[in-house]
């Protein structure tokens, strides 16, 4: 039977605080029917008081019901409401994968149906070789060695004090700027070298010389540290002084080889080879190159070549209507560009090598600023760009803005170095894209957070490379291709 008083006008906190009680009065009797469970050896007073407990138990739960039934409403807030402490979003980042898919597929067959195949190996192959008995860029890579002899030459005879310190620095800058400059005027200069080819040779370079130069930074940190410290020497430190030529030899290369810019004394190294991971990130290589590949021919492609009639006849709506089209596979390939080069090929290599330091990247995705997304998308690059200009920057008194520019603008030409020498043009947008980082980066922190300070982040990503491609890919064709009649049937 239900009380009568049950029936009477019942306030919130009334009826909060008797379904508490209740709820509470049911968890102690719970734990007392646990413990006197626990007792039942004890006797038959003990089986007694368990049996007392379960029907109270009963009783007490029967009550709960009762109250349920007669409130079931509570002070709260919407789940999708900001007030609400939901956060569980996975559903609907399903939905979207679901939608991305479909979407995709459709494009996949509209896309298939309008051009049919175009992904040749032919092709493919001819992006890195114009004659299949030349292989310029790679005789380019290969010639890169003598470089890393004299780093390692000079650093022998410094080791030694065969050499000054000032000499040594001249040799190192004398090295440094050929490395720049030598695979620059072979790329300019040599026409049997593609624009991809061009790209990778200058981009090994490129490596090969941030490396040398961290190289050079961290032995001259060690024998100064060596002369200010005499005979106190860790272990660590005195590795180079304790090094045969060979060692060091192998060394080098070995910093040559693995997946970091900072050059160290004793790299951490993993206990093994795993060769499951390794076979994994291989499959993973070679399945991303090959998406890459068909994304750029079989959609970017037909999207840019559509887009050249509207850019020489500044068709505004058109051009925009080309450019949001060019978005999606722009940042589709970049994004399998990240995974495969920062996730799976440096992982590989680091695995083959037994490389510890797995931190090639961080939660860039997350970023609610411009400056977040620098420090954590390319963790190579940033560490060195920390470690050898930045702080060394700021310790010579510089300011903290001034550094960053310097920073960027070094960023910038390299990018513009490593895009305009391949494509044999110089128009800056590279190196403009990478400058206007720093505005960008003020624009954001100032008057955007939070999500709306990612979304901005994602949307320079997605919307600010694609128009650097069509610009560069426009001035491409307009300077070298106009007389190609495939180009001129597509135009
Ligand atoms: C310019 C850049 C290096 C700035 O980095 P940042 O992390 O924003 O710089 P911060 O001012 O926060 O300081 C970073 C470090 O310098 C230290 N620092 C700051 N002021 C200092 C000073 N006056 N003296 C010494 N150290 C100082 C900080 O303590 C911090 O050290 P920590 O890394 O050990 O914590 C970074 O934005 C960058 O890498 N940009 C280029 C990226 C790029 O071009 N990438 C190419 C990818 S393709």
Redesign the pocket.
């Known amino acids: 039977m239900i009380d009568k008083e049950d029936f009477g006008p019942i306030t919130r906190s009334r009826r909060r605080a008797t379904i508490t009680s209740a709820k509470s009065e049911t968890v102690k009797l719970r734990n007392g029917a646990i413990a006197a469970a626990s007792d039942l050896k004890s006797g038959p007073k003990a089986r007694e008081s368990l049996t007392k407990n379960l029907q109270l138990n009963e009783d007490s739960k029967q009550k709960c019901d009762r109250y349920d039934k007669i409130s079931c409403h509570r002070l709260q807030e919407s789940m999708l409401s900001s007030a609400s402490s939901f956060k569980n979003y996975r559903g609907i980042l399903n939905w979207c994968v679901v939608m991305l898919v479909l979407s995709n597929a459709r494009l996949f067959l509209e896309n298939i149906l309008r051009n049919g195949i175009l992904v040749d190996p032919i092709q493919v192959v001819s992006l890195f070789l114009k004659d299949p008995y030349s292989w310029p860029a790679a005789c380019l890579v290969i010639v890169s060695n003598i470089f890393i002899l004299v780093a390692l030459y000079t650093e022998r005879k410094l080791a030694m004090g065969s050499i000054s310190e000032k000499v040594g620095l001249l040799i190192y800058i004398f090295n440094l700027t050929i490395i720049l400059c030598f695979p620059m005027v072979v790329v300019l200069k040599l026409p049997s070298i593609t624009p991809v080819g061009g790209a990778y040779a200058l981009g090994v370079y490129t490596i090969l010389f941030l490396k040398l130069y961290s190289y050079k930074d961290v032995n001259r940190w060690c024998r100064e540290r060596t002369q200010a410290k005499a005979r106190s020497l860790s272990r660590s430190l005195s590795l180079s002084n304790t090094m045969t030529s060979d060692d060091m030899r192998i060394y080098i290369y070995y910093f040559v080889f693995a997946p970091t810019l900072c050059y160290e004394l004793n790299f951490p190294r993993s206990e093994s080879i795993r060769m499951g991971f390794l076979l994994r990130r291989l499959f993973e290589m070679t399945y991303f190159i090959s998406n890459v590949l068909s994304i750029v021919f079989q959609w970017m492609v037909p999207i840019i070549r559509s887009s050249m009639k509207p850019l020489q006849e500044m068709d505004y709506s058109r051009m925009t209507e080309r450019l949001l089209r060019l978005a999606v596979p722009n940042h589709l390939i970049w994004l399998i560009f990240f995974y495969w080069f920062f996730h799976s090929s440096m992982n590989f290599v680091a695995e083959l090598l037994r490389f510890g330091d797995r931190e090639f990247y961080r939660d860039w995705w997350n970023s609610e600023t411009i ?1 977040y997304f ?2 954590n998308w ?1 963790i190579p ?2 560490k060195w ?2 470690r050898h200009f ?2 060394p920057l ?2 010579r008194g510089a300011g ?1 803005l001034l550094s ?1 520019s310097a ?2 603008f070094a ?1 910038a030409f390299f990018h513009e170095y490593l895009v305009s020498v391949p494509l044999r043009m110089f128009r800056l947008w590279a190196f403009m894209g990478m400058m206007a980082q720093l505005p960008l980066a003020w624009f954001v922190a100032r008057f955007l957070r939070g999500n709306y300070g990612n979304a901005a982040v994602w949307l320079s990503l997605i919307i600010g490379q694609p128009i650097a491609v069509l610009m560069y890919v426009h001035d491409y064709y307009v300077t070298h291709c106009q007389d190609d009649p495939t180009i001129a049937e597509a135009l």
Do not use: M, P
């Open positions: 400056t620098w420090q390319n690059v940033h760009c920390l930045y702080k700021l310790r903290k960053q920073v960027f960023s």
